[in-house]
């Protein structure tokens, strides 16, 4: 059974571009201007995945995620931008989007990315993984007590499959090269998006907060 | 009501009818000579000299020139742009109030020493107050009436605002502080006069007065200062917008707007129009993020590769995305890496052709090494089969590298793409 989707973005062109590319792949349940309209449709929709832009008047992706605050549940999203700006797709993944990938995306990519967002997994595209190196480069701070450790970096593992991803590998091709399954790469990446979701490190905030400024 | 009377003297100095007017611009006191003389074409200086020879023997000088002053309305100057002598306007009328409110001082001062002369019954009480009233009364009206009325001209469009307004704002502190010297003149003479005839001795019944006559007039006038401030700030609040939405409109003008109408125009040729867009969206990004932009990057590693990579992107209208991960300093090791990753996307965008996925640039910027990745998927091909005389692999890129104290590591299988791996150590962190 093809995912159900919910089309979110203010601009009606890219819209029907996008609906036009999913025809047939996906089920392209409704799609939504606003943030209200898109709160709205996905209360009375309950989509399995909803596409959501992190650009839009009234707050953005980011408010609709806040909004419906985990109802219905087992909705998920992927967020779909033109922003490169790094504190933008961080605060959506941290908000709750289980992946970010760019408007330049192929159909048949955003198709993939859509089921592998339905089957739970996380949808990394090269730039946010290297915004997610970049955030958790170098030493782990030195952690408050109550905060778990492991949250505050990467495994060395974690590392090199989030690496291939920005060199532009597919997860198939990463699998073979690293030797392990599919799966096992798919599980990295969604530990990954779990440390990029909870981790308290403060510096990921910090750093974005510099990203703004250098870029 | 002020402002009604500006215009209708500008009214009337725009009106075709050939009339005397004063040149306040090359006047001593206020131009009626300097204007006469223009009209009846006679040497402004005799004029003056039998002003000056009235008004020693009888006065009737000084009673002419102020007649003639009151009616005779000023010139404007001839021979200048509209906005230049509104601007021009603003600037004398400064610099001759000072000298317009001494003039009618020494001028009243005159008068009256005349009178004492000719034996009217006359009390020095009123002489001093009068002169101060004379010449602080000159110095307000001449502010009010002749200052350029810029926020109640007619609605004009934004572009026409600005030049008019650009003269408006130097000018209005300067004005603002004459019309207090004025004012301090005026409530000097009155308590002079009152210090003369006695009167300040109720000194407490006088301030009550002034106070109450302050508050009074506080409240009276109250409602149109506000209103003339918030005009004032509004007109300066949608000046900058206008100017902002001008500068923006200019850009989009010069770029969005130039590539779709060429991305029309080659509607027919795909590869030409997904090149244009490109171009123009990255343009676009680096117009926008270009207030965040810091001198020197320029110099920095990610930047230079950033550069190569839109350089080929541009000349072989293929996407390049690079993803960057840390930054360095652009030192000699740096410049050689990013040449040989130049190299390696010039390969990766000719055989990759334009049709296929994007070529994909890694870069990672730690202390101790730089490391790039090029990949393509492209038909890829068998490094071991490539002849050892093609120097674009061997020399820039491989040669490159190992000349650095680098290396360079080239991964492809037929069918899969290929990728170049860039790696230089760093002697300095």
């Given amino acids: 059974m093809s995912p159900r989707v919910v089309l979110v973005d203010d601009h009606e062109l890219f819209r029907a571009g996008v609906r036009a590319e999913l025809d047939g792949l996906v089920d392209v349940v409704g799609d939504a201007a606003t943030v209200a309209a898109a709160v709205e449709l996905i209360r009375e929709q309950a989509p399995d995945v909803v596409l959501l832009d992190v650009h839009m008047p009234a707050g953005g992706g980011l408010e609709v995620i806040r909004r419906l605050a985990g109802e219905p549940a087992g909705v998920r999203f992927l967020a779909l931008s033109v922003s490169d700006a790094a504190e933008d797709v961080i605060a959506v993944i941290r908000a709750g989007a289980r992946g970010y990938v760019t408007k330049t995306i192929s159909g048949a990519d955003l198709a993939d990315a859509v089921r592998r967002v339905h089957d739970g997994d996380a949808v990394f595209s090269p730039r946010l993984a290297g915004f997610v190196l970049d955030a958790f480069a170098g030493a782990a701070p030195a952690a408050a007590p109550e905060v778990d450790p492991e949250l505050d970096q990467l495994t060395p593992r974690e590392r090199e499959v989030l690496q291939h991803i920005a060199r532009g590998y597919m997860y198939k091709e990463i699998a073979q090269r690293l030797g392990i399954s599919s799966k096992t790469v798919e599980a990295h990446v969604s530990a990954v998006l779990r440390k990029l979701q909870l981790s308290s490190r403060h510096e990921l905030s910090r750093w974005a907060a510099q990203r703004r400024m250098l870029d | ?429």
């Fill in chain 2, 1 to 429: 009501m002020m402002q009604d009377m500006a215009a209708t003297s500008r009214r009337r100095a725009g009106a075709p009818l050939r009339e005397l007017r004063r040149d306040p611009e090359h006047g001593m006191v206020a131009g009626v000579c300097a204007g006469l003389g223009r009209d009846l074409d006679v040497d402004p200086l005799l004029l003056r000299i039998a002003f000056g020879a009235t008004s020693l023997a009888s006065g009737v000088g000084i009673v002419a020139y102020v007649l003639a002053w009151l009616l005779m309305p000023a010139a404007e100057s001839s021979g200048e742009t509209r906005t230049g002598a509104l601007a021009d306007a603003a600037g004398r009328t400064g610099r001759a109030a000072i000298e317009v409110a001494f003039g009618v001082g020494f001028l009243l001062l005159a008068i009256l020493l005349t009178f004492r002369a000719v034996g009217l019954p006359f009390s020095d009480v009123l002489t001093w107050p009068l002169v101060l009233v004379a010449a602080g009364g000159a110095l307000i009206w001449r502010q009010s009436v002749g200052g350029p009325p810029t926020a109640d001209a007619a609605p004009a469009p934004p572009a026409a605002i600005a030049p008019a307004a650009a003269g408006a704002p130097q000018s209005r502190p300067a004005v603002t502080s004459r019309i207090g010297v004025g004012v301090t003149l005026v409530v000097a003479a009155a308590i002079l006069f009152l210090q003369f005839t006695g009167a300040l001795a109720a000194a407490t019944d006088v301030a009550l007065a002034a106070l109450v006559v302050a508050i009074a007039l506080g409240v009276i006038f109250a409602p149109w200062f506000v209103r003339l401030l918030s005009s004032l700030s509004f007109e300066r609040a949608e000046r900058i917008r206008s100017q902002e939405r001008a500068e923006v409109a200019a850009h989009l003008h010069d770029s969005v707007l130039q590539t779709l109408a060429l991305v029309q125009k080659r509607a027919g040729d795909p590869r030409e129009v997904a090149a244009l867009a490109r171009r123009q969206e990255r343009e676009l990004r680096a117009w926008l993020s270009g207030a965040r932009q810091r001198p020197g990057d320029e110099q920095r590693f990610v930047a230079a590769l950033q550069a190569a990579a839109e350089e080929i992107e541009e000349a072989h209208g293929v996407a390049v995305d690079v993803v960057a991960v840390g930054d360095a300093p652009l030192d000699r090791d740096g410049q050689a890496l990013v040449a040989a990753a130049r190299e390696a996307m010039l390969n990766a965008a000719k055989f990759a052709g334009a049709d296929s996925a994007p070529v994909a640039v890694y870069a990672e910027a730690a202390d101790d090494r730089l490391q790039v990745f090029v990949r393509d998927r492209g038909p890829g091909f068998d490094p071991a089969s490539v002849p050892a005389d093609r120097r674009g692999v061997r020399e820039s890129i491989v040669g490159r590298m190992e000349r650095h104290g680098g290396e360079a590591t080239i991964r492809s299988s037929p069918g899969g793409g290929t990728e170049v791996e860039l790696v230089i150590e760093r002697s300095t962190p």
